[in-house]
């Protein structure tokens, strides 16, 4: 099924090994940033759209 | 330290939505009677100004830039205010965003069936409407930031980065893609040619749907899903890989739309694998999205608003999984150019886009009016209708792409094409456009339900223009300890965080167009491929005023079932002269690539009139106003100049003689029409179209005479 994939590479081959080696380094960055994070700040951050810093609705002003 | 008091604009969210409702409804109703068009050809109304080729492009425009686009604007200026506990930087800016975005669509409903158009897909408009759309978002993205520097909340929140990216990237791909040079105002020439055109307009129109209709939409669901379930997200930590992942490998994939054509086969390979590996973090952010309803799901039995959510997020789900499957060139083989295809976008777009924006305004506007909703059956109404009307509108045209690709590839046992007629197979399929278009009509119904809902909602409440809100101010940042993570330092940094993400879509983009833009072995030429004659390139620019593009293909794969119904097959060297490439991405009507000399002028003329007239049952629309209107010869000096200064190698001084080698080809063509008793005069636009269609496909064989005599 990948034979023509392959096929198509010859003489190419430097534009395709360079992009895999770019994705495998990014994905390795962003691995080891997210293994690095702490708990504390997931939750932090995942709290934020549910917080309400809307006061008392009768103060609003209309228009 | 005291908490400050301001407010919330809602207004312009209101203003927003307004705007999305009503254009929603606007080119839904486009889609729905070119969707007729497509088996009831007099739809088209007899006029110009309403031919398919010229509305189908008002239809995409308006769905996606007017109905999404103003739906997008609604959700950022909403949550990005919350979410950095704001209100938007300036009024004003707000105020210009809102209005300029509507101007620029008027001028697209005005401009596109004029027939001005560039003809790259989804980026149809004119330069001047161009520099408006660039000014705009200019606008939208100093509103953005403002607001964030002011913002009383130090980390950007997940759905933050994705409004980021998206301002970002259609900053980038709108100016690369628009790169053209100006003939007249109404009319300019793409810089690149052929190939390399073909590469940056899909490079840019794969991304479009990325950055447009994915990324703004993705941030929108982190914001608003929790809100409406009222639970912090499923994961955090698989938001962030969802993120960055998604951003990274998007911008890879373009060249999917552009296989077994003359791309070098290197970018073709790199853009299928970088899109199965798209499946990753598309499925990573339906999976976050719908685990977030986990332990709520006897919520979404109750709550209209997570049933439109939950149907958005399975269909984003579907399209996002069958996107890097239709790269596969096995399948994308069968399903490019065919209803497959409109089946595979109106998932995504009637789906994801539609429902969460349905979602999304259920929830707002009678939050923004301090109200309930006016009547939640008729919301559950629109809901099963437009589910329904999902169903009815891609069934049929998955069937349909089947039926018509597979009857386009069959061979006989004596190795004949089964159905040499092309049109034969577009007939066999129109029971299943009339299907089709039972699903759209459903669906807009829906949409039109909707809209009488909150306009009942809003007119039982009342609008909170400034909605009150208090905050603690930012302490300054001396005083907060150092972040001891990269990435929570990032998420405080708002323009380091653009820059990086500017430089994760640039990286794909530089390896991926800079060898076809750069190296000239990428595109082998031909050397008896010349450039179109004055009258040609007349007849070129009719073509693209009449939006031909948008039903023939000008392309040729290499299949057999093509090169025994078309001709040989495309090559690169063929399409250097083309500003713009005119390949085309969906064959209505059979492929044009070859057509040169295959019928006589007299066959091409009475087409024009009424395709009936020579191919009985067709649905090409008549264009007999090529055959009365005169053809605008005043810009021949201006279109040579124009090539010559692109790289078409016109001799010095060409453009003074032009119009007079015109005025000879079309007379010549006038002379041969009149043998077949056709009297028509040699400056009328049908002349310069026959010469056109009949220069098209063959200068390769010019070659092939030359090199057997």
Redesign the interface.
Not at chain 2, 663 to 690: M, R, T
């Given at each position: 099924m990948f034979k023509q994939f392959t096929e198509n590479i010859s003489g190419n081959q430097v534009y395709l090994i360079s992009s895999l080696g770019i994705f495998l380094i990014f994905f390795i960055v962003v691995t080891v940033l997210l293994i690095r994070l702490r708990k504390s700040h997931v939750d932090y951050m995942s709290d934020l759209p549910l917080e309400d810093s809307t006061t008392n609705s009768s103060k609003s002003f209309e228009s | 330290m005291q908490p400050e008091?301001f407010?919330?604009d809602n207004?312009i969210v209101r203003n927003f939505g307004i705007a999305t409702v009503v254009w929603g409804i606007i080119g839904m109703t486009v889609g729905l009677i070119i969707a007729i068009q497509l088996y009831h050809p007099a739809m088209n109304m007899g006029n110009q100004y309403t031919s398919f080729g010229r509305v189908r492009p008002l239809h995409t425009n308006a769905v996606i830039f007017a109905f999404v686009g103003n739906a997008i604007f609604m959700g950022v200026y909403y949550?990005l205010q919350?979410?950095l506990?704001a209100r938007m930087f300036s009024d004003l800016l707000s105020n210009i965003h809102f209005w300029g975005w509507q101007l620029i669509i008027v001028s697209a409903v005005i401009t596109l069936p004029l027939g001005l158009t560039t003809s790259h897909e989804y980026a149809e408009l004119e330069w001047p409407i161009d520099i408006a759309i660039t000014i705009i978002w200019v606008i939208f993205g100093i509103n953005m930031f403002g607001t964030i520097f002011k913002r009383?909340?130090r980390?950007l929140?997940?759905?933050i980065w994705f409004y980021i990216a998206t301002f970002v990237t259609i900053a980038v791909l709108h100016i690369v893609n628009s790169i053209e040079l100006p003939v007249t105002f109404w009319k300019s020439y793409m810089v690149f040619a052929g190939v390399q055109d073909a590469l940056v307009q899909w490079w840019y129109g794969h991304n479009a749907v990325a950055f447009f209709l994915t990324t703004p939409y993705l941030g929108m669901m982190?914001?608003f899903l929790?809100?409406m379930a009222?639970?912090?997200?499923y994961s955090?930590?698989l938001s962030?890989?969802h993120f960055?992942?998604l951003i990274?490998l998007y911008i890879?994939a373009g060249p999917h739309h552009l296989l077994y054509s003359t791309l070098?086969?290197?970018?073709?390979?790199?853009g299928?694998?970088?899109s199965i590996?798209l499946i990753a973090p598309s499925w990573g952010g339906m999976i976050n999205g719908l685990l977030t309803l986990r332990g709520a799901w006897d919520k979404v039995r109750d709550d209209v608003v997570l049933k439109f959510m939950v149907v958005g997020l399975t269909a984003y789900g579907m399209a996002t999984f069958e996107g890097p499957m239709l790269s596969l060139?096995?399948i994308n083989a069968i399903a490019h150019f065919s209803d497959w295809i409109i089946a595979h976008v109106h998932t995504g777009a009637l789906g994801w886009n539609g429902f969460l924006t349905f979602a999304i305004l259920y929830w707002l506007i009678p939050r923004i009016y301090?109200t309930e909703l006016f009547s939640k059956k008729l919301a559950s109404f629109h809901f099963w209708i437009g589910t329904l009307g999902i169903l009815f509108y891609v069934v049929p045209m998955y069937w349909a792409g089947f039926t018509q690709s597979l009857m386009l590839k069959e061979f006989t046992a004596e190795g004949m094409l089964k159905y040499p007629n092309f049109l034969e197979t577009t007939l066999r399929i129109i029971p299943m456009h009339v299907v089709r278009s039972i699903g759209g009509s459903m669906y807009l119904l829906g949409v039109i339900v909707m809209a009488y809902n909150l306009t009942r909602t809003a007119l039982q409440g009342?609008?909170?223009?400034?909605?009150?809100?208090?905050?603690m101010p930012l302490e300054p940042v001396h005083t907060i300890a150092r972040d001891?993570?990269?990435?929570?330092m990032l998420?405080r940094k708002p323009i380091q965080f653009m820059m990086l993400a500017l430089l994760?879509i640039l990286?794909g983009s530089f390896?991926e167009l800079m060898?076809t833009l750069t190296i000239s072995s990428n595109i082998p030429t031909i050397a008896s491929v010349k450039p179109y004659t004055p009258l040609e390139l007349q007849g070129r620019d009719l073509y693209i005023r009449e939006g031909c593009s948008n039903c023939h293909s000008q392309t040729v794969r290499p299949f057999r079932s093509e090169t025994e119904r078309y001709g040989e097959y495309s090559k690169a060297g063929e399409f250097v002269y083309d500003h713009p490439f005119l390949w085309g991405s969906k064959r209505t009507g059979p492929d044009l690539a070859r057509i040169g000399g295959k019928y006589g002028n007299s066959w091409h003329y009475n087409h024009m009139m009424d395709p009936r007239l020579m191919s009985p049952g067709s649905i090409m629309p008549n264009y007999d106003w090529l055959l009365t209107q005169t053809l605008d010869t005043t810009t021949t000096v201006a279109k040579i100049n124009a090539m010559r200064t692109l790289g078409v190698p016109y001799a010095p001084g060409y453009e003074k003689i032009a119009n007079k080698d015109l005025d000879k080809q079309a007379q010549g063509i006038a002379d041969n029409l009149a043998k077949d008793h056709i009297k028509v005069k040699n400056n009328k636009e049908v002349i310069a179209i026959i010469a056109y269609l009949q220069r098209l496909g063959t200068d390769i064989k010019a070659n092939k005479t030359a090199n057997n005599n």
């Amino acid at each position: 099924m990948f034979k023509q994939f392959t096929e198509n590479i010859s003489g190419n081959q430097v534009y395709l090994i360079s992009s895999l080696g770019i994705f495998l380094i990014f994905f390795i960055v962003v691995t080891v940033l997210l293994i690095r994070l702490r708990k504390s700040h997931v939750d932090y951050m995942s709290d934020l759209p549910l917080e309400d810093s809307t006061t008392n609705s009768s103060k609003s002003f209309e228009s | 330290m005291q908490p400050e008091k301001f407010y919330y604009d809602n207004k312009i969210v209101r203003n927003f939505g307004i705007a999305t409702v009503v254009w929603g409804i606007i080119g839904m109703t486009v889609g729905l009677i070119i969707a007729i068009q497509l088996y009831h050809p007099a739809m088209n109304m007899g006029n110009q100004y309403t031919s398919f080729g010229r509305v189908r492009p008002l239809h995409t425009n308006a769905v996606i830039f007017a109905f999404v686009g103003n739906a997008i604007f609604m959700g950022v200026y909403y949550s990005l205010q919350r979410l950095l506990k704001a209100r938007m930087f300036s009024d004003l800016l707000s105020n210009i965003h809102f209005w300029g975005w509507q101007l620029i669509i008027v001028s697209a409903v005005i401009t596109l069936p004029l027939g001005l158009t560039t003809s790259h897909e989804y980026a149809e408009l004119e330069w001047p409407i161009d520099i408006a759309i660039t000014i705009i978002w200019v606008i939208f993205g100093i509103n953005m930031f403002g607001t964030i520097f002011k913002r009383r909340e130090r980390h950007l929140y997940v759905a933050i980065w994705f409004y980021i990216a998206t301002f970002v990237t259609i900053a980038v791909l709108h100016i690369v893609n628009s790169i053209e040079l100006p003939v007249t105002f109404w009319k300019s020439y793409m810089v690149f040619a052929g190939v390399q055109d073909a590469l940056v307009q899909w490079w840019y129109g794969h991304n479009a749907v990325a950055f447009f209709l994915t990324t703004p939409y993705l941030g929108m669901m982190y914001y608003f899903l929790p809100k409406m379930a009222n639970r912090p997200i499923y994961s955090y930590k698989l938001s962030i890989l969802h993120f960055w992942a998604l951003i990274f490998l998007y911008i890879w994939a373009g060249p999917h739309h552009l296989l077994y054509s003359t791309l070098p086969g290197w970018a073709q390979s790199l853009g299928v694998a970088f899109s199965i590996m798209l499946i990753a973090p598309s499925w990573g952010g339906m999976i976050n999205g719908l685990l977030t309803l986990r332990g709520a799901w006897d919520k979404v039995r109750d709550d209209v608003v997570l049933k439109f959510m939950v149907v958005g997020l399975t269909a984003y789900g579907m399209a996002t999984f069958e996107g890097p499957m239709l790269s596969l060139k096995q399948i994308n083989a069968i399903a490019h150019f065919s209803d497959w295809i409109i089946a595979h976008v109106h998932t995504g777009a009637l789906g994801w886009n539609g429902f969460l924006t349905f979602a999304i305004l259920y929830w707002l506007i009678p939050r923004i009016y301090k109200t309930e909703l006016f009547s939640k059956k008729l919301a559950s109404f629109h809901f099963w209708i437009g589910t329904l009307g999902i169903l009815f509108y891609v069934v049929p045209m998955y069937w349909a792409g089947f039926t018509q690709s597979l009857m386009l590839k069959e061979f006989t046992a004596e190795g004949m094409l089964k159905y040499p007629n092309f049109l034969e197979t577009t007939l066999r399929i129109i029971p299943m456009h009339v299907v089709r278009s039972i699903g759209g009509s459903m669906y807009l119904l829906g949409v039109i339900v909707m809209a009488y809902n909150l306009t009942r909602t809003a007119l039982q409440g009342k609008l909170v223009a400034n909605e009150a809100a208090q905050a603690m101010p930012l302490e300054p940042v001396h005083t907060i300890a150092r972040d001891s993570t990269w990435h929570r330092m990032l998420e405080r940094k708002p323009i380091q965080f653009m820059m990086l993400a500017l430089l994760v879509i640039l990286v794909g983009s530089f390896v991926e167009l800079m060898p076809t833009l750069t190296i000239s072995s990428n595109i082998p030429t031909i050397a008896s491929v010349k450039p179109y004659t004055p009258l040609e390139l007349q007849g070129r620019d009719l073509y693209i005023r009449e939006g031909c593009s948008n039903c023939h293909s000008q392309t040729v794969r290499p299949f057999r079932s093509e090169t025994e119904r078309y001709g040989e097959y495309s090559k690169a060297g063929e399409f250097v002269y083309d500003h713009p490439f005119l390949w085309g991405s969906k064959r209505t009507g059979p492929d044009l690539a070859r057509i040169g000399g295959k019928y006589g002028n007299s066959w091409h003329y009475n087409h024009m009139m009424d395709p009936r007239l020579m191919s009985p049952g067709s649905i090409m629309p008549n264009y007999d106003w090529l055959l009365t209107q005169t053809l605008d010869t005043t810009t021949t000096v201006a279109k040579i100049n124009a090539m010559r200064t692109l790289g078409v190698p016109y001799a010095p001084g060409y453009e003074k003689i032009a119009n007079k080698d015109l005025d000879k080809q079309a007379q010549g063509i006038a002379d041969n029409l009149a043998k077949d008793h056709i009297k028509v005069k040699n400056n009328k636009e049908v002349i310069a179209i026959i010469a056109y269609l009949q220069r098209l496909g063959t200068d390769i064989k010019a070659n092939k005479t030359a090199n057997n005599n």
